[in-house]
C-alpha cells in the first residue's frame, strides 16, 4: 500500500533552516506529485508547495516562494522540504502528501495519501 | 490570490443529513477536494474530483458544486465522522492550492 514516511520532529531557533523528508513507498515514486502542506497549532491547513519528482520541477506559494526549496532523490524515493530563515510563525507540523493525479498530466490537489507529519518548532 | 471560505462549525443530530460548504472564486473552474481530519492524526481524503470517493470511504459521503459553493454532503453521519473538514481547490493562477479554514462538525 502506498505510505510515506517523514523524518522526526525538529527544535530549530530563529533564522535556521530545517529540512524534512518524505520517503515514498507502495507506488512508483516518480509517478505522482508530492505537495508539502502545514498546520500551525490549532490552525488550519496551510498549501506551500508541490514538486513533480519526476522532472523535478517544482512550484510554490507566493509566501514561500524566497525560502521555501523542494528536492528529491529518486535513488531512495525521497522527496525533501527546506524552509529557510526560520521564525516562530514558522512553528507548525508539516506534512508531505502524494496527489493521486500522475505526472503526465496538470496536477488535481487529491491529496489521497499523507505522511505522518513532522513537528517543526522555532525557539530560542 | 483565491479565497475559500468555510463555515467555522456545524453541528448534526445523529443520523440527520449534514451539508458543508466551500465557497470561493475559483471554485466553478477546479474540483474540489475534501479532507477529513481527527484530532492528532493527518487528514484523511473523502471526496475527489468533485464526487469521488477513494475505496475504504462510506457512501454517505459525496460531493458537489454549485457555481462558486461545493459542498460535502453526508447522509445519515455517524459518531466516527466527528471531525474538522477541509475543502481545498485549485487557485484562479492554476498552478497553487489553497485550502478552505476548515469546518468542525460535531455530531450530537
Known amino acids: 500500500q502506498v505510505q510515506l514516511v517523514q523524518s522526526g520532529p525538529e527544535v530549530k531557533k530563529p533564522g535556521a533552516s530545517v529540512k524534512i523528508s518524505c520517503k515514498a513507498s507502495g507506488y512508483i515514486f516518480t509517478s505522482n506529485y508530492i505537495h508539502w502542506v502545514r498546520q500551525a497549532p490549532g490552525q488550519g491547513l496551510e498549501w506551500m508547495g508541490i514538486m513533480n519528482p519526476s522532472g523535478d520541477s517544482t512550484k510554490s506559494a507566493q509566501k514561500f516562494r524566497d525560502r521555501v526549496s523542494m528536492t528529491r532523490d529518486t535513488s531512495t524515493s525521497t522527496a525533501y522540504l527546506v524552509l529557510s530563515s526560520l521564525t516562530s510563525e514558522d512553528t507548525a507540523m508539516y506534512y508531505c502528501?502524494?496527489?493521486?493525479?500522475?505526472?503526465?498530466?496538470?496536477?488535481?490537489?487529491?491529496?489521497?495519501?499523507w505522511g505522518q507529519g513532522t513537528q517543526v518548532t522555532v525557539s530560542s | 490570490s483565491s479565497k475559500v471560505t468555510q463555515d467555522p462549525a456545524v453541528s448534526v443530530a445523529l443520523g440527520q443529513t449534514v451539508k458543508i460548504t466551500c465557497q470561493g472564486d475559483?471554485?466553478?473552474?477546479?474540483?474540489t477536494t475534501w479532507l477529513q481530519q481527527k484530532p492528532g492524526q493527518a487528514p484523511v481524503l473523502v471526496i475527489y474530483g468533485q464526487d469521488n470517493r477513494p475505496s475504504g470511504i462510506p457512501d454517505r459521503f459525496s460531493g458537489s458544486i454549485s457555481g462558486d459553493t461545493a459542498s460535502l454532503t453526508i447522509f445519515g453521519p455517524q459518531a466516527e465522522d466527528e471531525a474538522v473538514y477541509f475543502c481545498?481547490?485549485?487557485?484562479?493562477?492554476?498552478?497553487?492550492?489553497?485550502f478552505g479554514g476548515g469546518t468542525k462538525l460535531t455530531v450530537l
Open positions: 481545498v481547490s485549485r487557485d484562479k493562477s492554476g498552478d497553487q492550492w489553497v
Open positions: 502528501a502524494r496527489d493521486k493525479e500522475v505526472v503526465i498530466v496538470p496536477a488535481r490537489g487529491w491529496l489521497d495519501s
Open positions: 475559483s471554485l466553478s473552474t477546479s474540483s
